[in-house]
């Protein structure tokens, strides 16, 4: 049995495009960060495989959950890239 977050599928969909317009660290350490804090102030919305995605990536809510994902990962990159907590590797 599977249980997916949709809200964390986009994320996965999203990070790339949101970091190539970041100057900062890109490692797996800062990325989970971004990830995990962009996770935390967005509603989870859940499915099972199993029932099939209810959520197509195409539909009008996913038009707007997209559109609050690319926002908390704004928001996530500003945050982590003022605290990072490493030195960053170039
Ligand atoms: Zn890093």
Redesign the pocket.
Known sequence: MAVKNFMKDLIDDEIEGILKNVKM???????DDIKAIALNNLKPRYYSTHLGEVYSKTNILATQFRVEVIKELTVASELVRHH?K?E??S
């Open positions: 660290c890109k490692c797996e350490k800062c990325i990072t490493h960053i590797e």
